[in-house]
């Protein structure tokens, strides 16, 4: 019996290891470059503003999108100004450590969003961001040669972004979700750009619910939470007490319909034609044509980016 209880056990343990080396595997397996466009902003932006040898703002806007189509033109991609998995593959050069540049500076400036390397952005690649390259690679479950090639780039420009809540975001857990406040990039600078703009009305900080987990994947009771891409605000109190106060809806007489709908408007400016839909039940907000009807959405705003 004993014997018995120990194999199973031991078997468990060799089991659960190989499922558990397979979870991650499949995480980074189905990494992908995210397709960025005119209106979308954040860290895969600069990088790719970076690998194009123009300005890197973060801002993905008309000069971005011109110089896209040139380069698309330039290398027999049709030129539609929308930077997805084959412009891509043509903006990607593999780097390694000796190597100068901006597109070392893509990688910098990636590590240092999404991994929090600590990175002088210096385009010089030395012992310090061939270690973070290894420890990206490790991290990924990619072989740590320090070298950054096609499938350490696609891992890197795939992976998600924390929010940064130092500033003009608090954070909630109303779902015990713990961190699931990971992003896909431009989503994350997204909502960072209209918080700021939003604390400039002098309501208070955005309280953010979930986004995702950090490399996306099951989340209980949110399965749209899966993709980095959509992302639950609470609506803002007369207050100014959304990120201390108890949760509202939009029928609470502490409900701010002015705050709120500066909120959704400064979402919209952030990320012009970058969303897909904000659902909110607020019938104001409806009938302006800033949000729309969904059940369960009276206590927060949820945005869907493309
Ligand atoms: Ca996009
Ligand atoms: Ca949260
Ligand atoms: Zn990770």
Redesign the pocket.
């Known amino acids: 019996m004993k014997a018995l209880v120990w194999r199973i056990a031991s078997f468990t343990l060799i089991f659960g290891i190989t499922l558990g080396s397979i979870g991650s595997a499949q995480a980074f397996s189905a990494a992908f470059f995210h397709t960025i466009s005119k209106g979308n902003r954040g860290t895969d932006v600069k990088a790719m503003q970076y690998l194009l040898n123009i300005s890197a703002d973060g801002v993905f806007g008309s000069g971005t999108e011109s110089s896209v189509k040139s380069f698309q033109s330039s290398r027999g991609l049709g030129a539609d100004g929308i930077v997805g998995p084959n412009t891509w593959g043509e903006l990607i050069v593999t780097v390694r450590r000796g190597d100068n540049g901006n597109a070392v500076k893509a990688i910098q400036t990636l590590l240092n969003a999404k991994r929090n390397a600590g990175l002088t952005v210096d385009g010089a690649f030395g012992a310090g961001t061939e270690i973070a390259v290894k420890s990206f690679q490790s ?1 990924a479950g990619l072989s740590a040669d320090g070298v950054v090639g096609p499938t350490t780039w696609k891992n890197l420009i795939w ?1 998600y972004e924390y929010t940064d809540f130092s500033a003009n975001i608090c954070d909630q857990d109303p779902d015990s979700n713990g961190n699931a406040n990971w992003g896909v990039a431009s989503t994350v600078a997204q909502i960072e750009a209209a918080a700021s703009d939003f604390v400039g009305y002098g309501k208070g900080k955005v309280p953010l619910g979930d986004i995702s987990f ?2 996306g994947g099951d989340i209980p009771g949110h399965a749209s939470h899966e993709t980095g891409l959509d992302v639950d605000l609470w609506p803002i109190r007369t207050d100014g007490k959304q990120c201390t106060g108890s949760r509202i809806t939009w029928q609470s007489s502490t409900y701010d319909r002015a705050a709120t709908r500066n909120l959704v408007k400064a979402i919209r400016a952030a990320a012009p034609n970058q969303i897909t839909v904000i659902y909110f039940n607020d019938p104001v907000l409806i009938s302006e044509g800033l949000t729309t009807s969904y059940p369960n959405h009276d206590n927060h705003l949820h945005i869907r980016f493309k």
């Open positions: 991290h992976h950090e490399h």
